[in-house]
């Protein structure tokens, strides 16, 4: 059980980057981004220009605008015939890239062959202006376009404005960017840093009253009825009514989840079970959800009588029954009091009811500067060379961000800095790196994950700044692989300690999680669909977060079944119960006098608090104090991380590492299944047994009093009555004193056989003799 020191390959190390933060006087860089490095950027703005002399023999132009730095080309879309045009794009070129003196700036004519050259201008790099937020954007400026010759044209001004900034500018983001001068136009959007908003989720509760004047088209039988209702693609039914009449009876809740804004209806049938696979509809109604009252507490909304509407089949066309007259009563509400549980309970981010108005203030803010990657694996091959164009994704509470694509490098420079309002310290964010995979506007692949890390933020001081390199840490088939490192900045600010440390006494989920508790089985379902919305709305935004990246962020797949994550579980209950062990076999040392002076004061300490009980209290409470004290010096420094060894990665066997990326239902060969099916049978009868074993145990007290041993119970029930009159006429001070003596009595008093209430114990009848 003894752990050795993870593999230096997979361990987290502290670093010291040029950041703002970090330095004593800080630099010239906003404040708000004092957790990352500076990076300088050109910036060049092209608004608009203006009377463009025609080119075309149509006497047109279809101009467009090119912007040349060194090697780094930057061109604006055209506009077809229009001397007036209006781009409004920013290119942004990396000052470390660049290797001229001058930036040139070309207006063109779209042409079929070759384009003409409206008209230039060239600026040098020395006189540009040097431009920090929070100052005001440099106001852009008209320029009168020169020919090849440096003459002014006679006619064509253009509009722009160029100065020097940092990724604080807030161009930044929507900026054409050198480094990916590679993309073309269709896969800029994709390259670009967002931030984006998590779907408002609410439960939507359905109380199934009862229903009135049902009419079955065979009145011969009596109606097997149910309500069968269906938000979307989630579809759910209540049980079948008791009361076999054309008034059915029900008072079953139905739970779905919904996104704002509503899209889809509450759509309920009722319909009669006429066989195994035959049901009939007996009436329909559909309910718009925005229309739905919304429920803060407990308190039970007003129920309603909705009109069931009926189709039949006249003259071969479907049409409503107007004569019909069905109702259904329903209480429906949206509960604003529960929190939509998206994401793992483990890992959850955001603990917060649906209804804004029951938020508590927030106690802090959480700061994460996305640094840099060193060390990517290449992830997929382009012109017979690996490359990796990687981004990063972070995600805490409603809020994911996303920051731009680095094209075709293994070690990319982000320096991107994000802010969320922190409203619960027990939480955790989450931080992915994966490889985009739509630079070139090809619609068919897909964004591979390279890896992710966790941070609980109860384990961060506050107002410290963190700086660490994160393995990214990857499980294939083959076994765990590190794909690098993720280099980050954290830092978690408190504005209100006081609020912060009450935060710990609240319960985790809100209240109405505990007044109207929703059973495991129906969280677990509807965390699914919650993660089915999430993932669907995030995917349709522009630029998509793809539904591969938030499915791995938010651990769909965690629930699938894994003999890895099984030992790994069954070794963390282990390390847990090491502790019981470990005072287990001290106490034992001490019984056995295998310290004679350890054992004597621990007999004087034991008299102390017989003949004092007022002190067994204090004294344990002083002991913990005195342990949390002396444990103060060796506390963790540094945030928690991916650990191969906790998760029993780096020892997986390979078949449990295939068994576990296999498909549900299984998709391997019927002889690999049923080695897999015995092994699981070998283990669980284990387990079988196990379980049995403390069946028994249990079972043998409940039969001291049975009497399902007649003489046994007899000898108990004497004892009872015997230990009962002593101890009424004994002092309870002298009985411990004597217990205690007897059972930390030495070695030469004692004997190897069991001791008598241990025999008489074992001898004791179970039900396992009743057992098939």
């Not at 079972?699 to 007649?710: A, I, T």
């Amino acid at each position: 059980m003894q752990k050795l020191p993870p593999s230096v390959d997979f361990a987290l190390k502290e670093t010291s980057p040029n950041i703002g933060a970090g330095s004593a006087m800080g630099n010239k860089l906003s404040c708000t981004y004092d957790l990352v490095e500076q990076m300088q950027y050109l910036y060049v703005r092209v608004v608009k220009a203006r009377d463009l002399p025609p080119k075309d023999v149509t006497g047109s132009c279809d101009p467009y605008v090119e912007v040349k730095l060194g090697n780094y080309k930057g061109v604006t879309r055209h506009f077809e015939k229009k001397s007036n045009p209006e781009w409004n794009q920013v290119f942004a070129f990396s000052k470390d890239r660049i290797q001229a003196s001058v930036l040139e700036v070309f207006v063109k004519d779209k042409d079929v062959v070759l384009d003409d050259l409206i008209g230039w201008m060239m600026f040098d790099l020395n006189e540009v202006p040097k431009r920090v937020p929070p100052d005001s954007p440099l106001a852009p400026q008209w320029y009168r376009l020169e020919d090849r010759k440096g003459g002014k044209i006679k006619a064509g001004e253009l509009m722009l404005a160029v100065w020097m900034g940092t990724q604080a500018d807030e161009a930044f983001p929507d900026a054409w960017h050198s480094d990916a001068a590679s993309v073309g136009p269709d896969g800029v959007n994709n390259i670009r840093s967002k931030v984006y908003l998590s779907p408002k989720l609410w439960y939507v509760r359905v109380n199934v009253i009862e229903a009135q004047d049902l009419v079955p088209n065979d009145k011969s039988r009596f109606p097997e009825v149910f309500v069968k209702g269906t938000v979307g693609n989630q579809a759910l039914r209540t049980r079948i009514s008791q009361i076999k009449t054309i008034n059915p009876m029900w008072n079953d809740d139905l739970i779905f989840v919904a996104a704002e804004p509503f899209e889809e209806p509450l759509i309920l049938s009722v319909e009669d079970r006429l066989g195994p696979n035959k049901d009939e509809v007996l009436g329909k109604c559909m309910i718009p959800l925005q229309l739905v009252q919304r429920r803060l507490d407990h308190k039970p909304v007003n129920t309603r009588w909705f009109n069931l509407e009926k189709h039949v089949v006249l003259d071969g066309e479907l049409k409503k029954d107007t004569k019909f007259a069905s109702k259904i009563h329903l209480r429906i509400c949206l509960d604003g009091g529960y929190h939509v549980l998206d994401e793992s309970t483990h890992y959850s981010s955001d603990l917060r009811p649906t209804a804004k108005q029951l938020w508590r203030p927030s106690i802090g803010i959480l700061e994460v500067g996305v640094l840099s990657a060193g060390g990517l694996m290449p992830m997929k091959t382009k012109d017979g060379r690996g490359t990796t164009d990687a981004y990063c994704v972070a995600k805490y509470g409603q809020k994911w961000v996303r920051t731009r694509t680095i094209v075709d490098s293994f070690t990319p420079r982000w320096n991107e800095q994000y802010t969320w309002e922190v409203f619960d310290p027990c939480t955790v964010i989450t931080v992915g790196v994966f490889d985009n995979g739509h630079l070139h506007g090809g619609g068919g692949g897909k964004d591979s994950r390279i890896g992710k890390m966790r941070i609980r933020l109860s384990t961060l001081e506050t107002n410290r700044v963190y700086t660490h390199s994160y393995p990214l840490l990857a499980l294939h088939p083959s076994g765990v692989k590190k794909m690098g490192e993720l280099h980050l900045a954290v830092r978690f600010t408190c504005s209100s300690l006081v609020n912060m440390l009450h935060m710990y006494s609240h319960p985790l989920l809100p209240k109405m999680h505990y007044i109207q508790p929703l059973s495991v089985m129906q969280l677990d379902s509807l965390r699914h669909q919650a993660m089915q919305i999430v993932s669907m709305r995030l995917s349709r935004a522009e630029p998509p977060l793809r539904r591969e990246v938030v499915e791995y962020m938010l651990d769909v797949d965690l629930h699938k079944w894994s003999m890895r994550r099984s030992k790994a579980n069954f070794f963390r209950i282990m390390g847990v119960l090491s502790v019981l062990i470990a005072v287990g076999k001290w106490f034992d040392q001490i019984c056995n006098w295998k310290n004679p002076l350890t054992t004597i004061l621990i007999h004087i300490l034991f008299i102390i608090l017989v003949l004092y009980p007022e002190l067994i209290l204090p004294t344990v409470f002083l002991y913990l104090f005195v342990i949390g004290l002396w444990n103060f010096r060796w506390r963790p420094r540094h945030p928690p991380h991916m650990d191969t060894r906790l998760s029993h990665a780096d020892a997986a066997h390979p078949d449990e590492l295939d068994e576990e990326f296999d498909t549900f239902p299984t998709s391997r060969p019927s002889d690999i299944v049923r080695m897999r099916y015995d092994r699981l049978r070998s283990i669980a009868g284990r387990v079988q047994t196990v379980v049995g074993d403390l069946a028994t145990q249990g079972e043998r007290f409940q039969s001291l009093l049975s009497w399902r041993d007649p003489r046994a119970t007899t000898l108990f029930v004497t004892f009872c009555l015997i230990a009962a009159i002593v101890l009424y006429v004994t002092p309870f001070q002298v009985v411990g004193l004597l217990v205690g003596i007897y059972v930390l009595r030495h070695p030469r008093f004692r004997h190897k056989l069991p001791s008598v209430p241990l025999n008489f114990f074992r001898r004791l009848p179970a039900r396992s003799d009743s057992m098939l």
